[in-house]
């Protein structure tokens, strides 16, 4: 078999090239629940503490060389959990915006907000799309919000438009492969996550940007995402740029060293 050189897929970014401004960061916002437990606080005093660390993350994010920056903010198996703490999820992309969607649009950072409407109300459904186009012009920071998404349902969601377009004569069966799927997916318009983010000392992916997710690294980090601060992200970018990132493949040199 061939050696083949580092080359990192279409899109992402190569951490030697000394473009540190361009990195793509995806974080599973984590920990809320626990935060508010040990302070003996409601749980959904702890998901609008989580708000805040979003925005201080969001703010500092360009300073520390993310250009796509993905969030995990609702997924489509909370839908299980207690119906006031749904609620208050539901309630938190609304507050977000209603308090820092000015600031959004001034600063430079585009929002998109990817997953399914079903089951989200008209109003929700109304902010969100008025969040995308004040910002539609912005190209500083680009600003993703996960939300009823889920990882498996965007990938079967991915295949059943794929399926319509065939019915249809848009496409046809050999048209298939792995940049054509990718191209149906929602973050299509994404470049892949350099660096996935998990604080709260889980360590799982949890059904987040799961074929996106191919060559990603991981940093999982022992802190709550309420106490989550632009120094966490900085070591965790740090920790980014100590890794050899192969995509598949073994340099030249490392295989001539173990001959």
């Not at 198996?77 to 001034?106: G, I, K, T």
């Not at 430079?108 to 186009?133: M, Q, T």
């Not at 601060?229 to 493949?249: F, M, V």
Request: hydrophobic fraction near 40%; proline fraction near 5%; charged fraction near 25%.
């Amino acid at each position: 078999m061939a050696v083949q050189e580092n080359t990192p897929p279409a899109g992402a970014s190569d951490p030697g090239s000394g473009d540190q401004a361009q990195l793509h960061v995806a974080i599973v916002m984590d920990g809320n629940g626990r935060w508010a437990k040990r302070r003996g606080l409601p749980r959904t005093v702890g998901h609008q503490a989580g708000v805040e660390a979003l925005k201080r993350i969001v703010q500092s994010a360009n300073d520390l060389g993310i250009r796509w920056l993905t969030i995990f903010g609702f997924s489509t198996e909370n839908w299980s959990r207690p119906v006031a703490e749904v609620a208050e999820l539901m309630a938190l992309p609304q507050r977000y915006f209603r308090s820092d969607l000015p600031r959004l649009e001034r600063e430079g950072v585009r929002v998109r907000v990817v997953g399914r409407e079903d089951g989200l109300s008209r109003d929700l459904l109304k902010i969100c799309r008025e969040a995308e186009d004040r910002t539609a012009h912005n190209s500083k920071l680009f600003l993703t919000i996960a939300f009823n998404y889920g990882g498996q349902a965007d990938i079967a969601d991915a295949a059943r438009r794929f399926a319509q377009d065939v019915a249809a004569g848009r496409a046809t069966p050999g048209d298939m492969n792995e940049a054509k799927f990718a191209q149906y997916l929602s973050t299509s318009d994404l470049p892949p996550p350099d660096l996935i983010v998990r604080p709260s000392g889980e360590q799982r992916l949890s059904n987040f940007v799961l074929w996106e997710a191919a060559y990603a690294e991981f940093v999982f980090q022992d802190v709550l995402w309420p106490d989550y601060s632009p120094e966490h992200l900085k070591a965790a970018i740090a920790e980014y740029h100590t890794r050899d990132r192969r995509y598949g493949a073994v340099l030249a040199d490392d295989v001539l060293a173990t001959g």
